[in-house]
């Protein structure tokens, strides 16, 4: 099971730190992905990384990082803008990092950010 937290309301420019706790087994084996669903549109991912051995992944203002102690995935977010609004999900497969949601079979249930002024 995943479980993600740390959305919240936040102005343009401000930071979120978004968390995804497993429960239930290891990480370990697995490949770690952020998507983001913005309000009528489709789900898009953001981050992905091997949890095992992968280093931290950059991707512009997100970078998303691990935490083996905890079990768990992080999804730092910098600069926010409106435009980054939307139900965040963390997902899990056991192949390698894709942009594709169907190639992964593990989800949260999604945290909400919205960035507003």
């Known amino acids: 099971q995943l479980v993600e937290s740390g959305g919240g309301l936040v102005q343009p420019g401000g930071s979120l730190r978004l968390s995804c706790a497993a429960s239930?087994?290891?990480?370990?084996?697995?490949?770690m992905a952020w998507f983001r669903q913005a309000p009528g549109k489709e789900r898009e991912g953001v981050a992905c990384?091997?949890?095992?051995d992968g280093p931290d992944s950059v991707n512009g203002r997100f970078v998303i990082s691990r935490d083996k102690a905890k079990n768990a995935v992080f999804l730092q977010m910098d600069n926010l803008t409106p435009e980054d609004t939307g139900v965040y999900y963390c997902?899990?497969?056991?192949?390698?990092?894709?942009?594709?949601?169907?190639?992964?079979?593990?989800w949260g249930q999604g945290t909400q950010v919205i960035v507003f002024a």
């Open positions: 990384m091997k949890f095992s």
């Open positions: 239930g087994g290891t990480l370990e084996r697995r490949t």
């Open positions: 997902a899990s497969t056991f192949g390698s990092c894709t942009t594709h949601e169907v190639d992964y079979g593990l």
